[in-house]
T-cell receptor, first 115, second 113 residues
């Protein structure tokens, strides 16, 4: 398996623009997580899905953030409008529910810079 | 509520010396514990995990960790580090039966030649 695939790897955008981050989880994994990593706050869980259904979005910072998972092989995290404080590395991770496989597998991340 | 504390934000150590990265957690129920490593500009990679059974867990790259329930700790150790071990290390916890993973703030290990 190719692992968790995120795109783009880097994104530079102007304040006010819409940004869409994409994630393809590992095939067969039924949990998908979006994390944000910053120097100040470390790794924060934004939202996670189980079987394509959002379970906990309490970590989503504002209404400007939204996430979808239209099918088992694709998820998006959208920021509209973007702000400079959204600059961070965004990670997607996936996990299987099977016993003994509790670890999450991470993508390479998308480094977002909002200027 | 569960939480993870990594007391050391930075740990410099000479090559071939031993190292211990500390991790303490808090939870009112039983937990699963993990250590991840992050190399520059990379995602997180699992080093090792504790789910149940033996409290001494061996992982990749010669790392091991010991689960101590009474001290609520899960410290990571390596008897002899290499330059290539320079990276950020994250401790993480999830409560058994829960689905989300909570991370510590990370420890930057720098191996000095």
């Amino acid at each position: 398996d190719a692992g968790v695939i995120q795109s783009p790897r880097h994104e530079v955008t102007e304040m006010g623009q819409e940004v869409t981050l994409r994630c393809k989880p590992i095939s067969g994994h039924d949990y998908l997580f979006w994390y944000r990593q910053t120097m100040m706050r470390g790794l924060e869980l934004l939202i996670y899905f189980n079987n394509n259904v959002p379970i906990d979005d309490s970590g989503m910072p504002e209404d400007r953030f939204s996430a979808k998972m239209p099918n088992a092989s694709f998820s998006t995290l959208k920021i509209q409008p973007s702000e400079p404080r959204d600059s961070a590395v965004y990670f997607c991770a996936s996990r299987s529910h099977h016993r003994g496989r509790n670890e999450a597998f991470f993508g390479q991340g998308t480094r977002l810079t909002v200027v | 509520a569960q939480s993870v504390t990594q007391l050391d934000s930075q740990v410099p150590v000479f090559e071939e010396a031993p190292v211990e990265l500390r991790c303490n957690y808090s939870s009112s129920v039983s937990v699963y514990l993990f250590w991840y490593v992050q190399y520059p500009n990379q995602g997180l990679q699992l080093l090792l995990k504790y789910l149940s059974g033996s409290t001494l867990v061996k992982g990749i790259n010669g790392f091991e960790a010991e689960f101590n329930k009474s001290q609520t700790s899960f410290h990571l150790r390596k008897p002899s580090v290499h330059i290539s071990d320079t990276a950020e290390y994250f401790c993480a916890v999830t409560e058994t039966g829960a689905n989300n993973l909570f991370f510590g703030t990370g420890t930057r290990l720098t191996v000095i030649p």
